[in-house]
């Protein structure tokens, strides 16, 4: 089993920077992808970006050029720099990992489903 823990999530004012930090545990390397989620209330759970194994990224268009997702693979730590942040970027923001053999099947995908292993989670809030 993989265990991840959120964390780095607060209040900031419009345009201010946070980031993120997943800690993953278990049965886990740098073969898994990971990704990072939000749901803001009453929507959808969206993908931000993503990371696979070869290091390739891939993020929601409403995010691109301002968040920065990244791993250290010695720590099993997943990261997410977020710049500029705007109060439509207010959600719970979630960590989400997959085995690696599911990976290749959903390379660069950013769909939810494709995520077997989630944490609970951080609550990320922008004021305007």
């Known amino acids: 089993q993989v265990q991840l823990v959120e964390s780095g999530g607060g209040s900031v004012q419009s345009g201010g920077s946070l980031r993120l930090s997943c800690a993953a545990s278990?049965?886990?390397?740098?073969?898994?992808?990971m990704g990072w989620f939000r749901q803001a209330p009453e929507k959808e759970r969206e993908g931000v970006a993503r990371i696979d194994s070869d290091g390739s990224t891939t993020y929601a268009d409403s995010v691109k050029g301002r968040f920065v997702i990244s791993r250290d693979n010695a720590k099993n730590t997943l990261y997410l720099q977020m710049n500029s942040l705007k109060p439509e970027d207010t959600a719970m923001y979630y960590c989400?990992?997959?085995?690696?053999?599911?990976?290749?099947?959903?390379?660069?995908?950013?769909?939810?489903?494709?995520?077997?292993?989630w944490g609970q989670g951080t609550q990320v809030t922008v004021s305007s």
């Open positions: 278990g049965y886990i390397s740098s073969s898994y992808c």
């Open positions: 989400a990992t997959d085995r690696p053999h599911d990976c290749l099947t959903t390379f660069q995908a950013l769909d939810a489903i494709d995520f077997a292993f």
